[in-house]
Protein backbone atom coordinates (compact mmCIF):
# COMPACT_ATOMS: atom_id res chain seq x y z
CA UNK A 1 0.00 0.00 0.00
CA UNK A 2 1.43 3.29 -0.73
CA UNK A 3 -0.07 6.43 0.95
CA UNK A 4 0.60 9.80 -0.68
CA UNK A 5 0.30 13.13 2.20
CA UNK A 6 -0.50 16.54 2.13
CA UNK A 7 0.07 18.33 5.49
CA UNK A 8 17.89 31.66 -18.93
CA UNK A 9 16.84 34.53 -20.87
CA UNK A 10 13.18 36.60 -20.16
CA UNK A 11 11.74 34.92 -23.40
CA UNK A 12 12.82 30.98 -22.04
CA UNK A 13 11.44 32.19 -18.39
CA UNK A 14 8.16 33.03 -19.77
CA UNK A 15 7.78 29.91 -21.99
CA UNK A 16 8.51 27.73 -18.69
CA UNK A 17 6.28 30.12 -16.88
CA UNK A 18 3.34 29.09 -19.55
CA UNK A 19 3.82 25.76 -19.76
CA UNK A 20 4.01 25.01 -16.43
CA UNK A 21 0.65 27.22 -16.25
CA UNK A 22 -0.75 24.74 -18.38
CA UNK A 23 0.43 21.46 -17.25
CA UNK A 24 -0.13 22.41 -13.32
CA UNK A 25 -1.80 25.29 -12.43
CA UNK A 26 -4.32 25.54 -14.48
CA UNK A 27 -5.56 21.86 -14.31
CA UNK A 28 -5.20 21.80 -10.25
CA UNK A 29 -7.58 24.45 -10.12
CA UNK A 30 -10.02 22.89 -12.35
CA UNK A 31 -9.37 19.70 -10.41
CA UNK A 32 -10.11 21.67 -7.11
CA UNK A 33 -12.97 22.86 -8.03
CA UNK A 34 -14.50 19.76 -9.77
CA UNK A 35 -13.60 17.57 -6.57
CA UNK A 36 -14.80 20.69 -3.80
CA UNK A 37 -18.35 20.33 -6.24
CA UNK A 38 -17.97 16.65 -4.82
CA UNK A 39 -17.47 17.34 -0.97
CA UNK A 40 -19.81 19.87 -0.87
CA UNK A 41 -22.23 17.73 -0.05
CA UNK A 42 -21.39 17.38 2.93
CA UNK A 43 -23.20 19.18 6.03
CA UNK A 44 -21.52 22.22 8.16
CA UNK A 45 -17.99 23.75 7.37
CA UNK A 46 -15.54 22.72 5.05
CA UNK A 47 -12.05 23.46 4.18
CA UNK A 48 -9.30 21.75 2.03
CA UNK A 49 -6.18 21.69 -0.11
CA UNK A 50 -6.43 20.87 -3.24
CA UNK A 51 -3.13 21.65 -4.11
CA UNK A 52 -2.24 19.31 -1.75
CA UNK A 53 -4.12 16.57 -2.43
CA UNK A 54 -3.39 17.26 -6.46
CA UNK A 55 0.64 17.19 -5.26
CA UNK A 56 0.10 13.95 -3.44
CA UNK A 57 -2.20 12.08 -6.63
CA UNK A 58 0.79 13.85 -9.19
CA UNK A 59 3.96 11.76 -7.15
CA UNK A 60 1.67 8.83 -7.03
CA UNK A 61 1.37 9.57 -11.54
CA UNK A 62 4.47 9.55 -11.67
CA UNK A 63 4.59 5.47 -11.46
CA UNK A 64 1.17 4.78 -12.97
CA UNK A 65 1.21 3.19 -16.54
CA UNK A 66 -1.72 2.31 -19.18
CA UNK A 67 -5.40 2.67 -18.34
CA UNK A 68 -4.53 3.41 -14.69
CA UNK A 69 -2.35 6.43 -15.93
CA UNK A 70 -4.85 7.35 -18.37
CA UNK A 71 -7.39 7.58 -15.92
CA UNK A 72 -5.55 9.45 -13.15
CA UNK A 73 -4.77 11.92 -15.97
CA UNK A 74 -7.97 12.93 -16.93
CA UNK A 75 -9.31 13.28 -13.43
CA UNK A 76 -6.37 15.97 -12.18
CA UNK A 77 -7.60 17.34 -15.56
CA UNK A 78 -3.62 16.90 -16.77
CA UNK A 79 -3.79 17.94 -20.94
CA UNK A 80 -3.13 15.54 -23.54
CA UNK A 81 0.05 16.08 -25.93
CA UNK A 82 -1.09 16.73 -29.37
CA UNK A 83 1.21 16.19 -32.44
CA UNK A 84 0.93 15.42 -36.21
CA UNK A 85 2.23 12.13 -37.31
CA UNK A 86 2.91 11.46 -40.96
CA UNK A 87 0.25 8.70 -42.49
CA UNK A 88 -0.79 7.58 -46.04
CA UNK A 89 -4.28 7.29 -47.81
CA UNK A 90 -5.06 4.26 -49.17
CA UNK A 91 -3.55 5.67 -52.49
CA UNK A 92 -0.82 5.73 -50.63
CA UNK A 93 -0.82 9.57 -50.71
CA UNK A 94 0.95 11.20 -47.31
CA UNK A 95 -1.05 13.62 -45.08
CA UNK A 96 -0.41 14.72 -41.36
CA UNK A 97 -3.45 13.29 -38.66
CA UNK A 98 -3.43 14.72 -34.96
CA UNK A 99 -2.54 11.89 -32.49
CA UNK A 100 -3.20 12.74 -28.74
CA UNK A 101 -1.03 11.02 -25.74
CA UNK A 102 -0.68 11.91 -22.13
CA UNK A 103 2.44 13.98 -21.33
CA UNK A 104 5.20 12.01 -19.73
CA UNK A 105 5.08 11.77 -15.43
CA UNK A 106 8.54 13.14 -15.72
CA UNK A 107 7.01 16.72 -17.05
CA UNK A 108 4.29 16.82 -14.90
CA UNK A 109 6.35 16.18 -12.13
CA UNK A 110 9.23 18.98 -13.60
CA UNK A 111 6.09 21.65 -14.23
CA UNK A 112 4.53 20.37 -10.36
CA UNK A 113 8.79 20.86 -8.58
CA UNK A 114 9.00 24.54 -10.39
CA UNK A 115 6.37 25.58 -9.21
CA UNK A 116 6.73 24.07 -5.72
CA UNK A 117 10.14 25.58 -5.65
CA UNK A 118 8.93 28.91 -6.67
CA UNK A 119 5.99 28.91 -3.54
CA UNK A 120 8.78 27.91 -1.27
CA UNK A 121 11.65 30.56 -2.08
CA UNK A 122 8.39 33.00 -2.05
CA UNK A 123 7.51 31.34 1.57
CA UNK A 124 10.99 31.58 2.93
CA UNK A 125 11.53 35.46 2.50
CA UNK A 126 9.88 36.56 5.59
CA UNK A 127 6.99 38.62 4.91
CA UNK A 128 4.64 35.39 5.11
CA UNK A 129 5.16 31.35 5.91
CA UNK A 130 4.67 28.84 3.17
CA UNK A 131 6.19 25.60 3.18
CA UNK A 132 5.41 22.61 0.74
CA UNK A 133 7.18 19.40 1.89
CA UNK A 134 6.75 15.76 0.21
CA UNK A 135 7.86 12.21 1.27
CA UNK A 136 7.70 8.57 0.55
CA UNK A 137 7.89 5.82 3.00
CA UNK A 138 8.97 2.40 1.85
CA UNK A 139 8.51 -1.06 3.17
CA UNK A 140 12.04 -1.56 4.15
CA UNK A 141 13.89 -4.12 1.59
CA UNK A 142 10.66 -3.74 -0.92
CA UNK A 143 12.77 -2.50 -4.25
CA UNK A 144 11.21 0.26 -5.79
CA UNK A 145 12.77 1.39 -9.18
CA UNK A 146 15.91 3.30 -9.49
CA UNK A 147 14.15 5.64 -11.78
CA UNK A 148 10.89 6.17 -9.64
CA UNK A 149 13.31 7.13 -6.75
CA UNK A 150 15.36 9.72 -8.45
CA UNK A 151 12.37 11.75 -10.36
CA UNK A 152 10.22 11.86 -6.71
CA UNK A 153 13.04 13.22 -5.47
CA UNK A 154 14.51 15.68 -7.83
CA UNK A 155 11.33 17.29 -8.56
CA UNK A 156 9.13 16.77 -5.78
CA UNK A 157 12.21 16.98 -2.98
CA UNK A 158 10.50 13.79 -2.00
CA UNK A 159 12.84 11.38 -0.59
CA UNK A 160 12.33 7.61 -0.19
CA UNK A 161 12.64 6.67 3.67
CA UNK A 162 12.57 2.71 4.48
CA UNK A 163 9.59 2.00 7.78
CA UNK A 164 8.89 -1.65 8.60
CA UNK A 165 4.81 -1.83 7.63
CA UNK A 166 5.28 -5.56 8.46
CA UNK A 167 6.57 -5.93 11.77
CA UNK A 168 5.59 -2.78 13.06
CA UNK A 169 2.58 -0.51 11.22
CA UNK A 170 2.06 0.96 14.31
CA UNK A 171 5.32 2.79 14.55
CA UNK A 172 5.75 3.34 10.87
CA UNK A 173 2.37 5.62 11.47
CA UNK A 174 3.69 7.28 14.36
CA UNK A 175 6.63 8.30 12.60
CA UNK A 176 4.52 9.67 9.25
CA UNK A 177 2.39 11.43 11.50
CA UNK A 178 5.39 13.16 13.40
CA UNK A 179 6.38 14.12 9.61
CA UNK A 180 2.88 15.72 9.14
CA UNK A 181 2.98 17.15 12.65
CA UNK A 182 6.47 18.98 12.44
CA UNK A 183 5.99 20.17 8.23
CA UNK A 184 2.39 21.60 9.57
CA UNK A 185 3.59 23.52 12.69
CA UNK A 186 1.46 20.96 15.31
CA UNK A 187 -1.81 22.10 13.47
CA UNK A 188 -2.49 18.65 11.29
CA UNK A 189 -2.15 15.63 14.15
CA UNK A 190 -3.13 11.98 13.76
CA UNK A 191 -3.60 12.34 9.87
CA UNK A 192 -3.15 8.41 9.33
CA UNK A 193 -5.55 6.74 11.58
CA UNK A 194 -4.94 3.21 13.43
CA UNK A 195 -5.52 0.39 11.04
CA UNK A 196 -5.11 2.28 7.88
CA UNK A 197 -1.32 1.20 8.02
CA UNK A 198 -1.06 -2.60 8.01
CA UNK A 199 1.57 -5.51 6.59
CA UNK A 200 0.42 -5.44 3.37
CA UNK A 201 1.52 -1.58 3.53
CA UNK A 202 4.43 -1.02 1.02
CA UNK A 203 4.70 3.02 0.24
CA UNK A 204 3.07 5.70 1.80
CA UNK A 205 3.58 9.01 0.19
CA UNK A 206 2.93 12.01 1.77
CA UNK A 207 2.54 15.91 1.17
CA UNK A 208 2.43 18.66 3.57
CA UNK A 209 1.54 22.35 3.17
CA UNK A 210 1.62 25.29 5.59
CA UNK A 211 0.68 29.06 5.22
CA UNK A 212 0.65 32.06 7.69
CA UNK A 213 0.28 35.51 6.82
CA UNK A 214 -0.69 38.30 8.15
CA UNK A 215 -3.40 40.80 6.09
CA UNK A 216 -1.83 44.05 4.47
CA UNK A 217 -4.34 45.72 6.24
CA UNK A 218 -4.73 44.20 9.31
CA UNK A 219 -8.65 44.35 11.57
CA UNK A 220 -8.16 46.83 14.81
CA UNK A 221 -8.83 44.43 17.82
CA UNK A 222 -10.71 46.70 19.37
CA UNK A 223 -13.51 47.25 16.71
CA UNK A 224 -14.46 43.23 16.95
CA UNK A 225 -17.81 42.98 18.49
CA UNK A 226 -19.92 40.15 19.06
CA UNK A 227 -22.64 40.30 16.82
CA UNK A 228 -25.44 37.96 15.05
CA UNK A 229 -24.43 34.95 12.01
CA UNK A 230 -27.48 33.40 10.48
CA UNK A 231 -26.85 30.20 9.40
CA UNK A 232 -28.53 28.44 6.17
CA UNK A 233 -31.62 27.44 8.27
CA UNK A 234 -32.69 30.81 9.69
CA UNK A 235 -31.28 30.65 13.01
CA UNK A 236 -29.06 32.75 14.84
CA UNK A 237 -26.13 32.47 16.53
CA UNK A 238 -23.55 35.14 18.13
CA UNK A 239 -20.16 35.81 16.41
CA UNK A 240 -16.96 37.48 16.89
CA UNK A 241 -17.14 40.35 13.83
CA UNK A 242 -14.26 42.21 12.64
CA UNK A 243 -14.70 45.45 11.43
CA UNK A 244 -12.34 47.91 8.83
CA UNK A 245 -13.09 50.52 6.03
CA UNK A 246 -10.33 50.19 3.70
CA UNK A 247 -9.09 49.62 -0.04
CA UNK A 248 -9.64 46.31 -1.39
CA UNK A 249 -10.58 44.73 -4.70
CA UNK A 250 -14.46 44.05 -5.02
CA UNK A 251 -17.35 43.39 -7.43
CA UNK A 252 -20.54 42.76 -7.81
CA UNK A 253 -22.66 39.98 -9.38
CA UNK A 254 -26.68 39.87 -9.18
CA UNK A 255 -26.51 37.00 -6.88
CA UNK A 256 -23.30 37.95 -4.78
CA UNK A 257 -20.46 39.74 -3.72
CA UNK A 258 -16.97 39.37 -4.35
CA UNK A 259 -14.07 40.46 -1.79
CA UNK A 260 -10.11 40.47 -1.89
CA UNK A 261 -8.34 40.36 1.33
CA UNK A 262 -4.68 40.80 0.48
CA UNK A 263 -1.71 39.47 2.87
CA UNK A 264 1.51 41.09 3.59
CA UNK A 265 3.57 41.66 0.24
CA UNK A 266 0.42 41.07 -2.04
CA UNK A 267 1.56 37.75 -3.41
CA UNK A 268 -1.22 35.58 -2.11
CA UNK A 269 -4.59 36.35 -1.14
CA UNK A 270 -7.94 35.50 0.61
CA UNK A 271 -11.31 35.86 -1.93
CA UNK A 272 -14.65 35.14 -0.31
CA UNK A 273 -17.49 35.09 -2.73
CA UNK A 274 -20.72 35.96 -0.27
CA UNK A 275 -24.25 35.12 -1.30
CA UNK A 276 -27.04 38.35 -1.00
CA UNK A 277 -29.58 35.65 0.31
CA UNK A 278 -28.93 34.38 3.50
CA UNK A 279 -29.35 30.85 2.21
CA UNK A 280 -27.67 31.37 -1.20
CA UNK A 281 -24.81 29.80 -0.69
CA UNK A 282 -25.72 26.04 -1.92
CA UNK A 283 -26.86 27.79 -5.48
CA UNK A 284 -23.79 29.78 -5.50
CA UNK A 285 -21.76 26.72 -4.95
CA UNK A 286 -23.43 25.21 -7.54
CA UNK A 287 -22.45 27.77 -10.34
CA UNK A 288 -18.48 27.59 -8.89
CA UNK A 289 -16.44 26.40 -11.85
CA UNK A 290 -12.71 27.35 -12.95
CA UNK A 291 -14.32 29.60 -15.91
CA UNK A 292 -16.92 31.46 -13.55
CA UNK A 293 -14.02 32.04 -11.17
CA UNK A 294 -11.82 33.43 -13.39
CA UNK A 295 -14.58 35.78 -14.90
CA UNK A 296 -15.60 37.06 -11.39
CA UNK A 297 -11.68 37.66 -10.57
CA UNK A 298 -11.18 39.36 -13.04
CA UNK A 299 -13.69 41.95 -12.54
CA UNK A 300 -12.21 42.43 -9.09
CA UNK A 301 -11.62 46.48 -9.07
CA UNK A 302 -9.78 48.81 -6.03
CA UNK A 303 -12.65 50.39 -3.82
CA UNK A 304 -13.19 51.83 -0.50
CA UNK A 305 -15.38 49.03 1.31
CA UNK A 306 -17.02 48.89 4.66
CA UNK A 307 -15.78 45.16 5.76
CA UNK A 308 -17.16 42.87 8.10
CA UNK A 309 -16.45 39.35 8.49
CA UNK A 310 -16.30 36.74 11.37
CA UNK A 311 -13.29 35.18 12.88
CA UNK A 312 -13.26 31.65 12.94
CA UNK A 313 -11.34 28.36 13.23
CA UNK A 314 -12.01 24.79 11.77
CA UNK A 315 -10.47 21.45 10.79
CA UNK A 316 -11.93 19.18 8.07
CA UNK A 317 -10.82 15.66 6.85
CA UNK A 318 -11.82 13.62 4.12
CA UNK A 319 -11.13 10.64 2.91
CA UNK A 320 -11.62 10.76 -0.53
CA UNK A 321 -11.28 6.91 -2.30
CA UNK A 322 -14.95 6.79 -2.95
CA UNK A 323 -14.81 10.49 -4.31
CA UNK A 324 -12.13 9.94 -6.76
CA UNK A 325 -13.69 6.96 -7.96
CA UNK A 326 -16.67 8.46 -8.76
CA UNK A 327 -14.39 11.28 -10.95
CA UNK A 328 -13.21 9.08 -12.63
CA UNK A 329 -10.25 7.34 -11.29
CA UNK A 330 -11.29 3.64 -10.45
CA UNK A 331 -8.77 1.10 -11.50
CA UNK A 332 -5.91 3.05 -9.17
CA UNK A 333 -8.53 1.32 -6.17
CA UNK A 334 -8.76 -2.07 -8.09
CA UNK A 335 -6.18 -5.19 -8.58
CA UNK A 336 -6.56 -3.95 -12.10
CA UNK A 337 -4.11 -0.82 -11.22
CA UNK A 338 -0.91 -0.58 -13.02
CA UNK A 339 1.72 1.04 -10.96
CA UNK A 340 4.58 -0.51 -12.33
CA UNK A 341 6.32 2.53 -12.89
CA UNK A 342 7.47 2.35 -9.56
CA UNK A 343 8.61 -1.28 -9.14
CA UNK A 344 8.49 -2.50 -12.28
CA UNK A 345 5.34 -5.37 -11.38
CA UNK A 346 1.56 -4.85 -10.96
CA UNK A 347 1.01 -5.55 -7.85
CA UNK A 348 0.27 -2.52 -5.63
CA UNK A 349 -2.99 -0.28 -5.93
CA UNK A 350 -4.41 2.10 -4.19
CA UNK A 351 -6.14 1.61 -0.40
CA UNK A 352 -6.86 4.96 0.31
CA UNK A 353 -6.77 8.79 0.23
CA UNK A 354 -6.56 10.73 3.51
CA UNK A 355 -6.88 14.59 3.77
CA UNK A 356 -6.42 16.82 6.43
CA UNK A 357 -6.87 20.54 6.69
CA UNK A 358 -6.60 22.88 9.19
CA UNK A 359 -7.62 27.20 8.81
CA UNK A 360 -7.73 29.80 11.31
CA UNK A 361 -9.18 33.62 10.67
CA UNK A 362 -8.28 36.34 12.92
CA UNK A 363 -7.61 40.26 13.44
CA UNK A 364 -3.55 39.37 12.23
CA UNK A 365 -4.30 37.29 9.39
CA UNK A 366 -4.87 33.91 8.70
CA UNK A 367 -3.18 30.50 9.68
CA UNK A 368 -3.42 27.13 7.46
CA UNK A 369 -2.38 23.78 7.07
CA UNK A 370 -3.56 21.05 4.69
CA UNK A 371 -1.77 16.91 4.54
CA UNK A 372 -2.80 14.42 2.36
CA UNK A 373 -2.47 10.42 2.35
CA UNK A 374 -2.51 8.34 -0.73
CA UNK A 375 -1.86 4.53 0.66
CA UNK A 376 -0.51 1.83 -1.56
CA UNK A 377 -1.11 -2.20 -0.89
CA UNK A 378 -0.03 -5.23 -2.36
CA UNK A 379 -2.82 -6.28 -4.98
CA UNK A 380 -4.30 -7.57 -2.98
CA UNK A 381 -20.94 45.70 -11.88
CA UNK A 382 -19.91 48.48 -9.31
CA UNK A 383 -22.18 50.72 -7.52
CA UNK A 384 -21.18 54.37 -6.90
CA UNK A 385 -22.07 54.38 -2.95
CA UNK A 386 -19.49 52.98 -0.84
CA UNK A 387 -20.60 49.09 -0.80
CA UNK A 388 -20.70 47.27 2.68
CA UNK A 389 -19.15 43.51 2.91
CA UNK A 390 -21.15 41.92 5.75
CA UNK A 391 -20.53 38.65 5.76
CA UNK A 392 -23.00 37.65 8.39
CA UNK A 393 -23.95 34.70 6.83
CA UNK A 394 -22.63 31.54 5.23
CA UNK A 395 -19.68 32.20 2.32
CA UNK A 396 -17.61 30.52 0.04
CA UNK A 397 -13.82 31.45 0.88
CA UNK A 398 -9.90 30.46 -1.32
CA UNK A 399 -6.18 31.21 -0.43
CA UNK A 400 -5.01 31.90 -4.13
CA UNK A 401 -1.42 32.46 -5.00
CA UNK A 402 -1.73 35.77 -7.10
CA UNK A 403 1.58 35.15 -8.70
CA UNK A 404 0.75 31.21 -10.18
CA UNK A 405 -3.13 31.61 -9.99
CA UNK A 406 -2.72 28.87 -7.83
CA UNK A 407 -5.87 28.02 -5.78
CA UNK A 408 -4.23 26.65 -2.20
CA UNK A 409 -7.08 26.23 -0.44
CA UNK A 410 -10.77 26.71 -0.10
CA UNK A 411 -13.49 26.30 1.75
CA UNK A 412 -16.95 27.39 3.24
CA UNK A 413 -17.88 29.00 6.85
CA UNK A 414 -21.71 27.68 7.75
CA UNK A 415 -21.22 28.48 11.53
CA UNK A 416 -18.40 30.37 12.56
CA UNK A 417 -18.21 29.65 16.02
CA UNK A 418 -18.84 25.67 16.01
Not at 109 to 134: D, I, S
Request: a neutral charge.
Amino acid sequence: MAVAVGCCDANGADAAETMGEQLVVQPNNKFALELYAKLRTKQGNLFLSPYSISTALAMTYSGARGQTASQMATVLQFPLERRKALDSDNQGQPFYRIESELISPERIAAAFGALQKALNARGAKGGYELTVANALWGQKGYEFLKEFQELTQTHYDGKLNELDFVAAAEAARNTINAWVEKKTKDKIKDLIGPGVLDRMTRLVLTNAIYFKGNWASQFKEEKTAEAPFTLANGEKVNAPMMNQTARFNYMEAEDFQGLELPYVDNELSMIILLPRRLDGLSDLEKTLTSENLAAWTAKLRKREVIVSIPKFKMTSQFSLASVLKSMGMTDAFTANADFSGMTGKKELFISAVIHKAFVEVNEEGTEAAAATGVTMRLTAAVPDRTPVFRADHPFLFLIRDNISGSILFIGRVMNPVT
